[in-house]
């Protein structure tokens, strides 16, 4: 079901004045994610704007809808659990430090062979793009 998201001036002065005001990252998404879909922006653009999946934009809007402002920006979700790499971060640094000009399939081969770790090459991926590594 696609939403729409039509603020009264009022409404979207407020909007504005939050997106101003707020520091966090994830609260300035789902206001910007609002008021996108106020504009007429269809959720699918919305999502790849944001880098978040439609069904979260559309569970912001319909958080928004429901609650209004300050409902979305309560929002809160469960914290993610610790990855399984993070407690081999120092060591990756390391070996970044070590082979600078290493290739990630080396790491990958480095991390199963000497330090046990058995993970996807893609999750391996994923983590060093997150972690600047």
Known sequence: MSYRVKLSSE???RLADAMQQTADKKRSRRLLAISLRHYGYPVNEI?????????TITAWIR???ESGLDGLLELQYPRKKNSRLAPHEAAI???RAQFPQATREALHTWLTDSQGVNIDY????RYLDRHGL
């Open 11 to 13: 409404a979207a002065y």
């Open 47 to 55: 999502a790849t704007l944001l880098s978040v999946s439609d069904k």
């Open 63 to 65: 958080k928004y809808l």
């Open 93 to 95: 640094r390391e070996f």
């Open 122 to 125: 893609s999750w391996l991926c």
